[in-house]
């Protein structure tokens, strides 16, 4: 709805209420678009060795990330730019608004199914739990898509205040939090259950278990924060903010934790690996992280103890390392 320009008045108004929420929402959208730009460059410069599949994902979804930032750059231009002192514009859920919702949840479904797939990748024998991620992850994004397919025929704010509205919008934050529950208690477990007492591998794990544990954090109380203050006052825009940055942190923990594999690459040169879990493709040898039987070998002098080592004489139970799977 593209309204006529209108005259600004002479009284003083205060329109806070109304328009805090994009106005926060559209700066924190911003910072956080930058910090995307730099984690995406910094993987495509140290990508080399990735499958192509794997990069093309990882350069769509953050290019997702800046077509996001523009449509609500374009929201910020309907309302203080094309309609300045128009008041309401505010009112309006225009094209953009529409556009950059489904964008939003398609974009944070491509990055929950990439955490299923390794599930997946690791455990083949437990695919029901990949099933459940792609189950959930898929009700939040028909949901979400259907909830604002209808702001093409409503386009009125009022209108995230009904009820169908309401339930389509709880359905999908509901099963978007669910989704990335599993995927951290999963990843969670596994990680946990592949210490096995030696220091340094214990370490690289601890900080990759670090990371899933704070990325799962991150998503889950945001999807959980946005349906609270969602459903309290669906018609202040108060939950807008929480809206904006959603899918960029959805991308921005998925490429940090793809870039966090050199760190730990050089933290584990010394070690020695034999089974995956895997954040990269299947492909790629630089791209796994592998959990199975470690032993250090800074610690021993000879092949033969090595050898005596992986064998469990001496009592190891795991062994890391990167290879062909």
Not at 157 to 169: D, G, M, P, Q, Y
Not at 182 to 194: F, K, N
Not at 255 to 270: I, S
Not at 302 to 324: P, R, V
Request: proline residues 2%.
């Amino acid at each position: 709805m593209e309204a006529p320009l209108a005259p600004v008045g002479t009284v003083s108004i205060n329109v806070s209420a109304g328009f805090d929420g994009l106005y926060y929402g559209f700066m924190m959208a911003t910072i956080l678009s930058g910090i995307s730009i730099v984690q995406g460059w910094v993987y495509l410069n140290s990508c080399d060795k990735d499958h192509w599949g794997l990069r093309s994902f990882v350069g769509i979804m953050v290019l997702a990330d800046l077509v996001t930032t523009s449509l609500d750059l374009k929201v910020m231009h309907f309302c203080l730019i094309e309609n300045f002192g128009w008041l309401p514009a505010l009112t309006v859920i225009t094209r953009p608004v529409t556009l950059e919702f489904i964008l939003t949840v398609i974009t944070v479904y491509c990055v929950q199914l990439f955490f299923a797939s390794r599930i997946y990748l690791f455990k083949k024998q437990s695919v029901w739990l990949s099933a459940i991620i792609v189950f959930f992850g898929t009700g939040a994004v028909i949901a979400g898509v259907s909830g604002a397919g209808l702001f093409f025929h409503h386009d009125e704010v009022s209108f995230l205040a009904t009820r169908k509205n309401k339930i389509l919008f709880g359905i999908n934050g509901g099963c978007a939090a669910i989704a990335d529950i599993v995927i951290t208690v999963v990843l969670t477990w596994t990680l946990s259950s592949a210490k096995r007492g030696f220091k340094r591998t214990d370490t690289m794990l601890q900080k990759l278990l670090l990371y899933v544990v704070s990325r799962g954090l991150l998503v889950t109380v945001t999807q959980i924060l946005f349906l609270i203050i969602y459903f309290i006052r669906p018609d202040q825009l108060y939950w807008v903010p929480l809206h904006f940055i959603s899918s960029k942190l959805y991308v921005i923990t998925m490429v940090a934790m793809l870039n966090a594999r050199r760190c730990l690459r050089e933290e584990g040169d010394n070690i020695f690996t034999t089974s995956s879990l895997s954040f990269a493709n299947s492909g790629s040898r630089d791209q796994r992280i592998m959990v199975h039987k470690t032993v250090e070998l800074s610690h021993y002098q000879d092949e033969s103890e090595i050898t005596e080592m992986s064998t469990g004489n001496k009592g190891a139970n795991t062994l890391i390392q990167e290879h062909h799977v």
